[in-house]
């Protein structure tokens, strides 16, 4: 049972080049989300996914985009990076079993540099 | 609406002396309150959740917190720091209404440890 892998660990970019990250778990989880963390901004929320198929909008959406085409995967996606896109990466994913109360379970990050 | 503010940016203690990391929210309903602990350059691991159910929550590695409705506070406790438990620290919060289980981050806490 690995839990929730990203692919790959790190990636340095020249502004323009596009990029997908790829996020996997193992625990059937319907839910699946997408943040990023810098610093002193905590985690910002750029997409989520209720299950397979479906995807939604979070705080920061802008300039990425996003695939559910595997319950298992979440695909995150940037077309044309910027170096504002500098960040690390996580993503999570919880069950929807008795609603809010589930943890989520989180990847080891992905540190992005965009030059 | 949902909001969560962690009160100081930075806490530094001594080996061996109380922790307190202090969380306050804001929810327009009963709210599920979550604590996670990322060590650096790794992902975030869950510390102690509540959920409703008594308003002392007891977590991993002696944290725990106490859940008080008239302060809306959440606030980490340990009363006695360990160097291991150098780490940032985040508040999450999520609003148990509308079947929309999307969580808010606070900005986090970096706790720092004195030998």
């Known amino acids: 049972n690995a839990g929730v892998t990203q692919t790959p660990k790190f990636r340095v970019l020249k502004t323009g080049q596009s990029m997908t990250l790829l996020c996997a778990q193992d625990?059937?989880?319907?839910?699946m989300y997408w943040y990023r963390q810098d610093p002193g901004m905590g985690l910002r929320l750029i997409h989520y996914s209720v299950g397979e198929g479906t995807t939604a909008k979070g705080e920061v959406p802008d300039g990425y985009n996003v695939s559910r085409l595997k319950k298992q995967n979440f695909l995150l996606g940037l077309e044309s990076a910027a170096p504002s896109q500098t960040s690390v990466y996580f993503c999570?994913?919880?069950?929807?079993?008795?609603?809010?109360?589930?943890?989520?379970?989180f990847g080891p990050g992905t540190r992005l540099t965009v030059l | 609406a949902q909001s969560v503010t962690q009160l100081d940016s930075h806490v530094s203690v001594s080996e061996g002396t109380p922790v307190l990391l202090r969380c306050n929210y804001s929810s327009s309903y009963s709210p599920s309150l979550f604590w996670y602990v990322q060590h650096p350059n790794k992902g975030l691991q869950l510390l102690l959740k509540y959920t409703s159910a008594a308003t002392l929550v007891k977590g991993i590695n002696g944290f725990e917190a106490e859940f008080k409705k008239s302060e809306t506070s959440f606030h980490l406790t340990k009363p006695s720091a360990h160097m291991s438990d150098a780490a940032e620290y985040f508040c999450v919060v999520i609003d148990n209404s509308g079947g929309s289980y999307i969580p808010t981050f606070g900005r986090g806490t970096s706790l720092i440890v004195h030998p």
């Open positions: 625990m059937n989880h319907e839910y």
């Open positions: 999570a994913s919880k069950a929807r079993l008795a609603g809010s109360t589930d943890t989520q379970y």
